[in-house]
T-cell receptor, first 115, second 116 residues
């Protein structure tokens, strides 16, 4: 399809395990964002890529969170030594180019549950 | 720092009635403003955006919003609610960041229920 694709849709992990969440943005989109959405809340910014460069990771909650986009297309968000507070929906969004006026196109998210 | 306040975590309207979802923003620079809709177990879909052109913005599915700088508001309206409008609605603000980083800052959302 032509939209943002995220996988897996659902992920259950035991506390302490590492997880990896994948995002396939819309082809040709320069900007890529990761957001975390807790239950009943709005999405909160985690990190931003412009092509392969990670320009802002100020929203990552701890050094257990790591994101990459090595070839400027697919991105992976990795969480090491997961904890229960990491349970949330992780949303990926892309936009055609940088700029605050650019609409961001969202994937359906990965719902992460830490037991 | 930017912020968004959505008044009312839950709004309930009758089918055919006016929908009004409130959003107030705080921004030190001219903002860009967005409304997104989220259906259960789905991502966010853009309804409309304000990017400093016309202050009355028309979006998809019959929704519109008016940017009022003096009131720092960007309320979402629809003249006649449909059952299919039941969803979670998010207001968001952005601007032109120094490095091109322009993350959206979201409100907490308003859940719209439509009663038959």
């Amino acid at each position: 399809g032509a939209g943002v694709s995220q996988s897996p849709r659902y992920k259950v992990a035991k506390r302490g395990q590492d997880v990896a969440l994948r995002c396939d943005p819309i082809s040709g989109h320069v900007s890529l964002f990761w957001y975390q959405q807790a239950l009943g809340q709005g999405p909160e910014f985690l990190t931003y890529f412009q092509n392969e460069a990670q320009l802002d990771k100020s929203g990552l909650p701890s050094d257990r969170f790591f994101a990459e986009r090595p070839e400027g297309s697919v991105s992976t968000l990795k969480i090491q030594r997961t904890q229960q507070e990491d349970s949330a929906v992780y949303l990926c969004a892309s936009s055609f180019r940088q700029g605050g006026n650019q609409p961001q196109h969202f994937g359906d998210g990965t719902r992460l549950s830490i037991l | 720092a930017q912020s968004v306040t959505q008044l009312g975590s839950h709004v309930s309207v009758s089918e055919g009635a006016l929908v009004l979802l409130r959003c107030n923003y705080s921004s030190s620079v001219p903002p860009y403003l967005f409304w997104y809709v989220q259906y259960p177990n789905q991502g966010l879909q853009l309804l409309l955006k304000y990017t400093s052109a016309a202050t009355l913005v028309k979006g998809i599915n019959g929704f519109e919003a008016e940017f009022k700088k003096s009131e720092t508001s960007f309320h979402l309206t629809k003249p006649s609610a449909h059952m299919s409008d039941a969803a979670e609605y998010f207001c968001a603000v952005s601007d032109d960041g120094e490095s091109g980083n322009t993350p959206l800052v979201f409100g907490k959302g308003t859940r719209l229920s439509v009663i038959a």
